[in-house]
């Protein structure tokens, strides 16, 4: 009697039971049922076009890509790349985005930090997950999909070094369990071998296709992402995102000043200008989305705010800009009103000031300023017929050093009144330097740089780092009480970063994901880099961790944690992460292949009745059902008793 699973499966769900399949989301199912829905729309071609932009080059439905990204492969598909962007590999990488995995995500208890700080507690909402970012992200997208507000990344800028990531179709997680357990039984070594062609963009294109098709996946529809790259693959990337989110969906390319042009930077100027910059490419899930605006002060005091306001409270200089910036209604009482406080105020130069008050010092003038900058101004001049009719309107009102005038338009302006009225353009309204103090960087930030790393977050591994800076400033773009997701983490400097941003009261979450990948002295590296491995193995030594960037990176937020606990005590923050490593399914697989018998077929329905893999415990399980379910593994779960039996309730 030949039996296969799927009469089984089929009889359960005549039944009405739930059958899991133990794998992650099926994306070509997904696609083409997303695309049958939309036949019915009036507006198929922009919706289209939102769902899969990587089907359209300049403008052109691409039908050939449009089956691709849904599965459907021509025979030759390697003669068909001829979309946006093309390289040796793509369509392998293609259906590595398409390829489910049986992967899960294991508690790991002992290794995590509680939201209090208290090591070896599980109530934080921030996740740590050990594990091919890849494999992970897949296991993430039934539970994650359209969740993620912000993701970060800081992906391999392939300048030449090691590549680790040597994605097979196939077997994702096999290859990352042989690359994690490192050895055999007979103690050969067996891990993943580095890919050494660190030039190759097709391996480089073929690494962060599959990630980011998942990243767009994870977003929420007002999400974002920002990666961090260099010169090497920047072009590259920008096309790579075009073909996955849609041109239409970049944002920006901000340019990032790393360093000074100076030291060994200026070793070979002859050959080529020093770098000096690093990028980040912004895009967006859709267009459906909201960027705070960021201010940033200016470097230097700008010398045209000269003069001073004198003989007014700053009470009621403050009533003064009030109405000016139409926080107050300006009807002819309250102009009025705004008129008699200035009748008693004149000026000074701050020279004269600097004089009488003996500030002699540069630094002692700059603080001065700084500090007295709601009462120093300059004037600038008006365009238009402006100019004349404020002298027509002071003409018939009196002869004071300020007062206040009220356009046509209803907007009040502070003139100062002493102007040369013989000027074409005579200067003015009064602009006051407090309201100037910052400026838009726009996207060059020249204040951010990424050297000079070494002590930030506690930790060694100098070329791992980005700054916290850049960190804190690209979290500051996004509306607070969001999660964000950085499966390149690194040193984890984005959960430093967001700890030190939650202490303005905002709840924001972190999922962080990085290889445990070992740290390790290469005879083939430079000295510099050698010496850089040697200090972060002797840190990892001395704090009793394994050699590998994960524990630098879960150290980190331990230490960062302890420093926000010690400098805001008062602050309600979760210090803490849930740590989860990448693993096999718990659940043993079920034989499907045809059964020779009746008997085989009950040796096997006996053998399932112990359904969990050797080692593993019923919490495993509880996790892997909550990702197969769609569930968040930032839910509690807690477990309670029931006849003498465990029995694990997730979020009440």
Known sequence: MATKSNDIKSKLQAQGATVIDGKSANI???????????LCSPELRNRVAELFPCAFADGELQMDALLQSMGQYADNVEDHESYPISW??????????????????????????????????????????EGDNLEVLKVLERSYAGQIKMIYIDPPYNTGNDFIYNDKYADGIQTYLEYTKQKDDKGNDKSTKKETSG??????LSMMYPRLEYAKRLLSDDGVIFISIDDNEQANLKKLCDMVFGETRRINIISIKMSEASGVKMAHTNKRLPKLKEYVVVYSKSDNIFINPIKTPKLTWDDEYKTIITNISDESLSYIKSVINGEEEADNETINRCNAILSKANYKSLSKIYYEFKIESQEDKIKYNYKNSHKIFQTVSFGGGASQKIIDSKNKANNEIFFIHKSSEGKCYLIKGDFDQTKKKPRMQVLFASEYLDISPGDFWSDIKTTGLDNEGDVPFKNGKKPLKLLKRLIELIPNDCTILDFFSGSATTAEAMFQMNVDGENRKFILVQLPEKIEISKDSDKQARKIAQESINFLESISKPHNIAEIGKERIRRAGKVIKEEHPEANIDIGFKV?????????????KPAKDAKEVENRLLGAQDMMVPGRSHLDVVYEYMLKYGLTLDWPVECVKVYNKDVYVVAG
């Not at 070509?28 to 939309?38: C, G, H, S, T, Y």
């Not at 489910?100 to 290794?111: F, Q, S, Y």
């Not at 030039?199 to 480089?204: D, I, M, Q």
């Not at 989860?580 to 499907?592: A, E």
């Open 199 to 204: 030039a190759s963009h097709s391996n480089w």
């Open 28 to 38: 070509v199912a997904d696609n083409i049922e997303a695309f049958k829905a939309l």
């Open 88 to 129: 040796r590999g793509k369509a392998e990488a293609e259906k590595r985005a398409q390829t489910m995995t049986t992967a899960t995500l294991r508690p790991c208890i002992e290794e995590s930090v509680g939201k209090d700080g208290q090591d070896g507690a599980f109530d934080s909402q921030n996740l740590y997950i």
């Open 580 to 592: 989860f490593k990448l693993d096999s399914s718990n659940l043993k697989k079920w034989d499907d």
